[in-house]
């Protein structure tokens, strides 16, 4: 079984800052690519940024220099710093993993149960 567990999430005022943290556990034989996603109310879910297990990263053009996304594979965690927030980033956060339980397993990709995130104007 494995879970993932999200933390961090809150309320700030717009220009502030939020670290998310997402801890994998369970029976992990080894993690690939580590994510964030977010869903606001009414929208489809959306990739907010993603790194792979060497520590390549790719963001969503509407965090770009604002957001970074950094892991820890000693400890099987994603983290997502997110600086000078604004309202639009409201929305619930999601981390997502690729994870593979054994070597002859095949890669699954697991959710967190999400975080919400609100930014006041």
């Known amino acids: 079984q494995v879970q993932l567990v999200e933390s961090g999430g809150g309320l700030v005022q717009a220009g502030g800052s939020l670290r998310l943290s997402c801890g994998a556990s369970?029976?992990?034989?080894?993690?690939?690519?580590m994510a964030w996603y977010r869903q606001a109310p009414g929208k489809q879910r959306e990739l907010v940024a993603v790194?792979?297990?060497?520590?390549?990263?790719t963001y969503a053009d509407s965090v770009k220099g604002r957001f970074t996304i950094s892991r820890d594979n000693a400890k099987n965690t994603v983290y997502l710093q997110m600086n000078s927030l604004k309202p639009d980033d409201t929305a619930v956060y999601y981390c997502?993993?690729?994870?593979?339980?054994?070597?002859?397993?095949?890669?699954?990709?697991?959710w967190g149960q999400g975080t919400q995130v609100t930014v006041s104007s």
């Open positions: 997502n993993a690729d994870i593979r339980i054994s070597s002859s397993y095949r890669w699954n990709s697991y």
């Open positions: 369970g029976s992990i034989f080894s993690i690939n690519t």
């Open positions: 790194i792979s297990r060497g520590g390549t990263t």
